[in-house]
């Protein structure tokens, strides 16, 4: 059985203040949920598995796909369903211009020690220390989606996963990809306890990226553009690569980075798969 509306058109409804609360980091955490938005994503985060607590919707705004992706929710267990006015979706949307439809899912719970290697290709991940702009993370998830990476690690610090501009940015494939948090201990021990080869990122590098044997289980550690990686990821690495930079410049934004370097692994790994 579908579940039941209820109007809000109240801005100042209890459940429409929660909503605005869910902006900040420390609430989602609470409550562990995140905001979903966009149909593409809605439709990548159900296709994923998420578990859908509560959903809002605007009859004046509400497009074909949201209508649809809006009657696949009401359906399922456990739902709570909210019609609002235009005036309340704008303000609990997280962006400027609202759109029709809005989810509230629980965060998909994902730890380090839950990861697991590919049983049948070496293993790639994309270590991010201290990445703080939502946009770059969710750009280097949509890179690493693209690229066939296993998961990306998180160490250092640096943005929530679960804010709504990386769910945004990553076009959905932040459910596809999976994201974790870690400390640097943690990390660089379940790394070399699997066998994995970790390769750095750096401008002080000798070696081009492209000289550097990519094929085997393999993470690649990225740090910001402005600091790069700290002193201690890079003497931890097992090696050191860098990107030329040919003009004035002496950094990548690291979605350009990752890009460059997971792609250039998919290159290799493709022609080895050829040549065996």
């Given at each position: ?68 992706l ?12 909210f ?10 949307a ?7 439809l809005?989810?509230?899912a ?8 839950g ?10 991940f ?12 969710g750009?280097v ?114 979605s350009?980075s ?19």
């Amino acid at each position: 059985m579908a579940a039941t509306p209820v109007p809000i058109t109240s801005l100042t409804n209890s459940r429409v203040k929660d909503l605005v609360r869910l902006r900040q980091r420390r609430h989602r955490d609470r409550l562990g949920a995140m905001i979903v938005e966009e149909p593409l994503v809605i439709r990548r985060g159900l296709d994923a598995g998420i578990t859908c607590r509560e959903v809002y919707f605007c009859p004046e705004i509400l497009s074909d796909a949201e209508g649809s992706l809006l009657q696949e929710i009401l359906v399922m267990p456990g739902i709570r369903a909210f019609e609002l006015t235009l005036p309340v979706m704008t303000k609990v949307a997280y962006r400027d211009r609202p759109q029709g439809l809005l989810v509230v899912a629980a965060q998909p719970v994902r730890e380090l020690d839950g990861l697991e290697l590919p049983p049948d290709e070496p293993a790639l991940f994309m270590v991010l220390e201290a990445v703080e702009k939502p946009g770059n993370l969710g750009a280097v998830q949509r890179i690493a989606d693209g690229a066939g990476a296993h998961a990306i690690i998180m160490c250092g610090g640096g943005v929530d996963p679960w804010n709504p501009n990386v769910l945004r940015s990553s076009r959905g494939a932040c459910f596809a990809v999976p994201t974790v948090q870690a400390g640097t201990t943690a990390l660089l021990g379940w790394l070399r306890g699997r066998g994995v080869a970790t390769v750095a990122a750096t401008p002080a590098a000798a070696t081009c990226y492209t000289g550097f044997d990519l094929t085997g289980p393999t993470a690649i550690l990225l740090g910001t553009e402005h600091d790069g990686l700290s002193p201690r990821l890079l003497d931890a690495a097992d090696a050191a690569v860098a990107i030329p930079m040919l003009g004035c410049g002496d950094s990548l934004n690291v979605s350009t980075s990752a890009a460059i370097l997971l792609y250039e692994a998919l290159r290799q790994r493709i022609g080895t798969r050829k040549a065996t």
